[in-house]
Nanobody, 120 residues
């Protein structure tokens, strides 16, 4: 079993910053990639940012230059630093982890989501 624990969501004013964190725990041999997706009201879930074990990153065009993704200090943790937030960033943010289990198989796991609201 693998569990994801997300933290850091909340309400922030336009132009403000938030930092999301996600920690994976359980039966994990290694991490292939970690990332964040979001679902805004009335829209489909979309990629925000991903980070592979090799250090490759991918960002949604809408967040480039404002958001940064990095591995946290704790093991199996990924952080999303969000700067210059605007109301269009309001969404439920989901952590996603692609990992390898001890039996050699890969597993894709989703977090429960954390709400980010940007409003004055």
């Amino acid at each position: 079993q693998v569990q994801l624990v997300e933290s850091g969501g909340g309400l922030v004013q336009p132009g403000g910053s938030l930092r999301l964190s996600c920690t994976a725990s359980g039966s994990i041999f290694s991490i292939n990639a970690m990332g964040w997706y979001r679902r805004a009201p009335g829209k489909q879930r979309e990629l925000v940012a991903t980070l592979t074990n090799g250090g490759d990153t991918k960002f949604a065009d809408s967040v480039k230059g404002r958001f940064a993704i990095s591995r946290g200090n704790a093991k199996n943790t990924v952080d999303l630093q969000m700067n210059g937030l605007n109301p269009e960033d309001t969404a439920v943010y989901y952590c996603n982890v692609n990992l390898r289990r001890f039996d050699g198989t890969n597993l894709n796991v989703w977090g429960q989501g954390t709400q980010v609201s940007v409003s004055s």
